[in-house]
């Protein structure tokens, strides 16, 4: 079974640009989630999306950020812009539906903001 | 959200168990117990969960105290595989799953 994947594995940019993660989650996996994770903390779930419908987006800087999984599939997450707090690794984990409790996690992109 | 608390690191010898305690002394009576690891340079990955009872898969064991306001993750063996944060999280339903901070676990050879 193909994992999580996650592109770009890495990205440097400058304050107040933008940037822009893509996951693909695994085959059949109907739940979708994006997070955040700071050098020493732990992961922070920034949304879910149950299949292309957003489930919780509590926690996403509305301000700056946004995600999208239009055909229910693949999501993009976007930055804009950016700021120097959010240098983090961004994670996206997928699982099936009604199962949250075992999410699979993609390796992450790790931003750099300068 | 029901806190978790556990020890910042610990050691363990290869080959031996390692115990893995979490404290939970807020836990509601819907909230499950989760166990995630993380390895370095990777995303998380579960290990295990529980509501009352001890629960074991082919990755690790879960001791539940009786009052549920404690739980133990046990690996039988450590291997040098095995270092990594480990995750003790609550989890009710539909609620997220909430990290915190973890236990560094070092696999000294």
């Known amino acids: 079974e193909a994992g999580v994947a996650q592109s770009p594995r890495y990205k440097i940019i400058e304050k107040r640009q933008s940037v822009a993660f893509w996951c693909n989650p695994i085959?059949?996996?109907?739940?979708l989630y994006w997070y955040q994770q700071i050098l020493g903390q732990g992961p922070k779930l920034l949304i879910q999306?149950?299949?292309?419908?957003?489930?919780?987006d509590s926690q996403l800087p509305k301000d700056r950020f946004s995600a999208e999984r239009l055909k229910g599939v693949d999501s993009t997450l976007k930055i804009q812009p950016a700021k120097l707090e959010d240098s983090a690794v961004y994670l996206c984990a997928s699982s099936y539906f009604g199962k949250a409790y075992e999410q699979y996690f993609g390796p992450g992109t790790r931003l750099t903001v300068t | 959200d029901a806190k978790t608390t556990q020890p910042n690191s610990m050691e363990s010898n290869e080959e031996e168990p390692v115990h893995l305690p979490c404290n939970h002394s807020t836990i509601s009576g819907t909230d499950y117990i989760h166990w995630y690891r993380q390895l370095p340079s990777q995303g998380p990955e579960y290990v295990i969960h529980g509501l009352t009872s001890n629960v074991n898969n082919r990755m690790a064991s879960l001791a539940i105290a009786e009052d549920r306001k404690s739980s133990t993750l046990i690996l039988h063996r450590a291997t040098l595989r095995d270092a990594a944060v480990y995750y003790c999280?609550?989890?009710?339903?539909?609620?997220?799953?909430?990290f915190g901070s973890g236990t560094q676990l070092t696999v000294l050879p």
């Open positions: 999306f149950q299949n292309n419908g957003v489930v919780d």
């Open positions: 085959s059949g996996h109907a739940t």
């Open positions: 999280i609550l989890r009710g339903v539909p609620r997220q799953l909430t």
